[in-house]
């Protein structure tokens, strides 16, 4: 009863999030991979996302039943944050990975990773609702519980004096931080990529007066608790109705933050972190306004935080992390990067390059350059969407330059 519940609450989210996972093994049962299914598979592993959509469509359209090919076509358009698009197809993959006819209940749940991508499709449309019953049927309730709570109300409900809005630096090192004003008290606040939404310093949640839901999880820094607050304010801007998460942070550089601003909220807006010249601009999404000049990038999100861009390690194909956050780095390999290149000397996006850390690299050792950053790699990043990152890039990767995050036309701006 308890499986054929979960299938119920899935199709209930409109065929309707814990970590993210690989989209690369199809779950027990049935027989083998058709010809464009496998081959559009086999791209999407390879990172070669805009030439492995054309066969899963192909797959999708050529067999009612072929879930896989919905699945990991649902994958690529979150990457792509087309987001109706991949709302059809992963709604479509959970339905028909569930096969209530079977006696394997294992066979008769829907697809985990398709329902989880789904959960993560309706956060990232501001869908609270139809995100907390994915949630609940994936067994996250502390997720759940804080997501249908925030379908009561509007989130992110943006005041505008005009179209953009810009903070200044703080303080330029190790990481860009900047002042916003929460339920109107004043904090510092640092631009990290690799969090999800904006998170609060427990001492400044308590005197901004974040309100909480729950709690989700222990971690090493303690208890992480869920909550929402009421207003977001900097010059230009008030964002109303914005869920948080309150963490005991660590001091960055001499100073204490009172809280993150991590992608969930940044994705919000085309973003420019302007690291020449000392300020983030917040615009507007939907109003055509671009960056001048710059190279131009692809850019994809993955799960609920992750901005990826394509570039190369010495000269070959690599998909890399880009980690506003990472104090007093450049570039760091991922430990599977390393595996795959332990020689490895230059990093290379668009106009920037960087040099890998010196001697050889062993993600296992202590003692190699890479061994002794092992932290500073957001751990199972580089292999939990089934392709490979190789390496994240940090902030002083873009020293004296200007990036810019459009999440209209999905491009990364570096000038």
């Known amino acids: 009863m308890k499986r054929l519940a979960l299938v119920a609450v899935a199709l209930a989210c409109a065929g309707c999030g814990g970590?993210?996972?690989s989209p690369s093994a199809p779950k027990g049962g049935g027989g083998g991979l058709s010809g464009a299914t496998d081959k559009g598979l086999r791209l999407y592993l390879d990172g070669r996302f805009d030439e492995a959509e054309a066969p899963l469509r192909a797959a999708a359209a050529a067999d009612a039943k072929d879930w896989?090919?919905?699945?990991?076509?649902?994958?690529?358009?979150?990457?792509?944050?087309?987001?109706?698009?991949?709302?059809?197809?992963?709604?479509?993959?959970?339905d028909r990975s569930a096969d209530r006819t079977s006696r394997n209940p294992h066979e008769r749940e829907p697809d985990p990773i398709a329902l989880q991508?789904?959960?993560?499709?309706?956060?990232?449309?501001?869908?609270?609702?139809?995100a907390s019953r994915c949630f609940l049927a994936l067994s996250e309730t502390a997720l759940a519980k804080k997501y249908g709570e925030m379908a009561k109300r509007v989130p992110?409900?943006?005041?505008?004096?005009?179209?953009?809005?810009?903070?200044?630096?703080?303080?330029?090192?190790?990481?860009?931080?900047?002042?916003m004003r929460v339920n109107g008290a004043a904090g510092l606040f640092a631009i990290d990529?690799?969090?999800?939404?904006l998170i609060l310093n427990k001492g400044f949640a308590r005197t901004?007066?974040?309100?909480?839901?729950?709690?989700?999880?222990?971690?090493?820094?303690?208890?992480?608790?869920?909550?929402?607050?009421?207003?977001?304010?900097?010059?230009?801007?008030?964002?109303?109705?914005?869920?948080?998460?309150?963490?005991?942070?660590?001091?960055?550089?001499?100073?204490?933050l009172d809280g993150i601003i991590g992608s969930g909220f940044l994705s919000h807006f085309n973003v420019t972190i302007n690291y020449?010249?000392?300020?983030?601009?917040?615009?507007?999404?939907?109003?055509?306004?671009?960056?001048?000049?710059?190279?131009?990038?692809?850019?994809?999100?993955?799960?609920?935080?992750y901005f990826l861009v394509p570039g190369a390690i010495d000269d070959k194909p690599a998909l890399l992390f880009v980690h506003t956050g990472a104090t007093g780095r450049a570039f760091v390999p991922s430990p599977t990067g390393v595996n795959a290149q332990p020689e490895m000397k230059t990093a290379r996006v668009g106009p920037i390059a960087s040099d890998a850390p010196r001697g050889r690299l062993d993600p296992k050792d202590p003692q190699s350059p890479v061994g002794l950053l092992a932290d500073a790699f957001p751990r199972g990043v580089d292999t939990t969407f089934g392709f490979v990152?190789?390496?994240?890039?940090?902030?002083?990767?873009?020293?004296?330059?200007?990036?810019t995050f459009d999440l209209d036309r999905m491009v990364l701006v570096i000038e």
């Not at 900097?234 to 001499?254: D, E, F, M, Y």
């Open 19 to 21: 970590a993210p996972s």
């Open 68 to 94: 896989i090919a919905r699945r990991v076509l649902g994958r690529i358009l979150l990457l792509k944050n087309r987001l109706p698009d991949a709302r059809t197809a992963l709604t479509e993959a959970v």
């Open 117 to 130: 991508d789904l959960a993560w499709t309706y956060y990232r449309m501001d869908d609270y609702d139809k």
């Open 156 to 179: 992110y409900t943006m005041s505008w004096n005009g179209t953009s809005a810009t903070m200044r630096f703080f303080e330029r090192a190790p990481v860009p931080v900047v002042q």
């Open 193 to 197: 990529t690799s969090m999800g939404e």
């Open 208 to 256: 901004a007066g974040a309100k909480t839901i729950g709690t989700a999880a222990s971690t090493a820094a303690g208890i992480v608790e869920e909550a929402y607050v009421d207003a977001i304010d900097v010059t230009g801007l008030q964002v109303r109705n914005v869920p948080v998460a309150i963490h005991k942070l660590q001091a960055v550089g001499p100073r204490e």
């Open 276 to 305: 020449g010249g000392g300020h983030v601009t917040l615009r507007k999404r939907g109003t055509g306004e671009r960056a001048r000049g710059g190279q131009e990038l692809p850019l994809y999100l993955a799960a609920d935080r």
């Open 389 to 403: 990152v190789a390496g994240m890039l940090g902030p002083d990767a873009f020293a004296g330059r200007s990036v």
